[in-house]
């Protein structure tokens, strides 16, 4: 569906904290779920995936978590930094299908 | 590896002219192509799958006639708006997912910013 929204949701941390970013899915067939980052002006880059057979993943200062039940994504940026800053948004993939959904995204603004 | 290039990375141009952007894949062959449109401060929306060697697949909404795309090769497709409009001006990105057999992820170009006068 179309984001409606002009003003993405802000999360503001102070340098150094752990981060969380939520995602609410809506596709109860997507198997594959991705995170990317946008900074202003660029491409999605991608961060970190997670298939629908698992519930966490971890990769370098980044976890993901799964929660199907009630179709939560969530990302966690441990020791943020100022060059976290930037639009994250969540993305799911039905099974089947090679195309993403990405949703609204998720501004992070990080505090020195 | 998995870079993906657009060019040009940004573009302005009178109302009624038609503007081509280019997607390649630099290091890596990829059938399929994804293009999609961006507003400021909202999320990416995909406007068609490319797929080399056939037609393009348009989302819901999204006229064919007026974003042809091409993929003619492994590396390459090309995104054209004909006879752009004020409203057509956007951030324009593409991806590109690896060929190679059970790679999902989609990797994405710098992104065509248009601005149609």
């Known amino acids: 569906g179309e984001s409606v929204g002009l003003h993405l949701p802000t999360l503001s941390v102070q340098e150094g904290d752990n981060s969380i970013i939520n995602c609410a899915y809506s596709n109860s067939a997507s198997d594959y779920f991705i995170w990317y980052k946008q900074e202003s002006g660029k491409g999605p880059q991608f961060i970190i995936d997670i298939r629908s057979n698992m519930d966490k993943r971890q990769g370098q200062r980044v976890t993901v978590l799964l929660n199907k039940t009630v179709k939560h994504l969530s990302l966690q940026i441990a020791a943020t930094q100022p060059g976290d800053s930037a639009v994250y948004f969540c993305?799911?993939?039905?099974?089947?299908?090679?195309?993403?959904?990405f949703g609204t995204g998720t501004k992070l603004q990080v505090i020195p | 590896g998995a870079v993906v290039s657009q060019h040009p990375s940004w573009v302005i141009c009178k109302s009624g002219t038609s503007v081509k952007i280019e997607c390649r894949s630099l290091d890596f062959q990829a059938t399929t192509m994804f293009w999609y449109r961006q507003f400021p401060k909202q999320s990416l929306m995909l406007m068609a799958t490319?797929?080399?060697?056939?037609?393009?697949?348009?989302e819901q909404g999204v006229e064919k006639d007026k974003f042809l795309i091409n993929h003619a090769s492994l590396t390459l497709s090309t995104l054209t708006v004909t006879s752009a409009h004020p409203e057509d001006s956007s951030f324009y990105i593409c991806s590109a997912m690896p060929s190679r057999e059970g790679r999902e992820t989609q990797y994405f170009g710098p992104g065509t910013r248009l601005l149609v006068l």
């Open positions: 490319s797929n080399e060697g056939s037609k393009a697949t348009y």
């Open positions: 993305a799911e993939k039905p099974g089947g299908y090679q195309k993403v959904t």
